[in-house]
């Protein structure tokens, strides 16, 4: 792709908002995902605000909150957060594993464009990827409430984007992701 092209649809949204909210398992690309996505945008003169989950984790002095309802409440700031810095003219990509029906549905009530995006690979792949060692391994156990293990999350039931394929390389996704937000921008919208 062009700088051009990045450009030129870029500065349609200059001083517009929007948030795009990637989410998944733990070793999913969220993060990978929001840092390739954030060039694209910068090509276009725009600086997102990114807001990792691990990050926002370290930031609010909740690394020790991994129940249920600790990640709820959790999920719940996020989102309150990301809109709260959308009201203030902001495109802010979130990428947190997040995964609860109500949050999705109170980033989908907000006045501005909203993105979605579900990176929903197997959990073979997710096993190879396990930097943090949650998922534990034959010779040590997984850690307890661990998403998609021992602790039941909610998967997006209607993702603007649903990746399942493991093969995706970071810049195809972030191509991706990019050309489809910038498509809410669109006059037929």
């Known amino acids: 792709m062009e700088n051009?092209?990045?450009?030129?649809?870029?500065?349609?949204?200059?001083?517009?908002?929007?948030?795009?909210?990637?989410?998944?398992?733990?070793?999913?690309?969220?993060?990978?995902?929001?840092?390739?996505?954030?060039?694209?945008?910068?090509q276009g003169e725009v600086e997102p605000i990114i807001l990792d989950g691990d990050?926002?984790?370290?930031?609010?002095?909740?690394?020790?909150l991994y129940t249920f309802d600790d990640r709820l409440e959790l999920a719940r700031t996020y989102s309150r957060l990301a809109n709260l810095l959308v009201q203030q003219h902001q495109l802010v990509i979130v990428a947190t594993?997040?995964?609860?029906?109500?949050?999705?549905?109170m980033n989908r009530q907000t006045a501005f464009p909203y993105f979605e995006v579900f990176l929903d690979l197997p959990m073979s792949i997710l096993r190879q990827r396990d930097f943090k060692g949650l998922y534990g391994t034959a010779?040590?156990?997984?850690?307890?409430?661990?998403?998609?293990?021992?602790?039941?999350?909610?998967v997006p039931l209607e993702p603007h984007?649903?990746?399942?394929?493991?093969?995706?390389d970071p810049e195809s996704l972030a191509s991706m992701v990019f050309h489809r937000f910038m498509g809410l921008y669109s006059p037929t919208r």
């Open 4 to 42: 051009d092209t990045l450009l030129r649809m870029t500065r349609r949204t200059q001083g517009s908002q929007g948030l795009i909210w990637i989410t998944g398992l733990s070793g999913s690309g969220k993060s990978t995902l929001a840092r390739t996505l954030r060039k694209f945008f910068r």
């Open 97 to 105: 594993m997040s995964l609860f029906h109500e949050v999705h549905q």
């Open 161 to 168: 984007l649903h990746i399942t394929d493991p093969e995706i």
């Open 55 to 64: 990050e926002l984790r370290e930031c609010l002095n909740a690394r020790d």
């Open 139 to 154: 010779s040590t156990p997984a850690i307890e409430n661990v998403g998609g293990l021992d602790l039941d999350l909610e």
